[in-house]
């Protein structure tokens, strides 16, 4: 069973920082893409960046520059640093795990995410101005 359990989310004023994390089940990391994705209240869910296991990376372009997403092999982790937050950016923030890096670039582009396998809960991010 997979199991992915998000962190770090709160309330901070626009313009401040944030860094979400999401632990991984040993084999969940060891084996799948990883990517952040967002819904705010009465909107769709929307992608915003995503990991592959060598490393390689994607982003939505609402957080190009802004956002980065990183991974910690030796603690199973995958982390979310988000500066210059805005109120728009106010979400429950979920992290989601996918078999191939083309499920997670097919997420982050086309907002199609039947590739993404597995959800966590959600950690929730509050932006205000």
């Known amino acids: 069973q997979v199991q992915l359990v998000e962190f770090g989310g709160g309330s901070v004023q626009a313009g401040g920082s944030l860094q979400l994390l999401c632990a991984a089940s040993?084999?969940?990391?060891?084996?799948?893409?990883m990517g952040w994705f967002r819904q705010a209240p009465g909107m769709e869910r929307e992608p915003v960046a995503a990991?592959?296991?060598?490393?390689?990376?994607n982003y939505a372009d609402s957080v190009k520059g802004r956002f980065t997403i990183s991974e910690d092999n030796a603690k199973n982790t995958v982390y979310l640093q988000m500066n210059s937050l805005k109120p728009e950016d106010t979400a429950m923030y979920y992290c989601?795990?996918?078999?191939?890096?083309?499920?997670?670039?097919?997420?982050?582009?086309?907002?199609?995410?039947?590739?993404?396998?597995?959800w966590g809960k959600g950690t929730l991010v509050t932006v205000s101005s």
């Open positions: 989601a795990a996918a078999r191939s890096w083309v499920d997670c670039l097919v997420a982050i582009a086309h907002e199609d995410y039947s590739g993404m396998d597995y």
């Open positions: 040993v084999y969940a990391y060891n084996r799948y893409c």
């Open positions: 990991i592959d296991s060598d490393g390689s990376t």
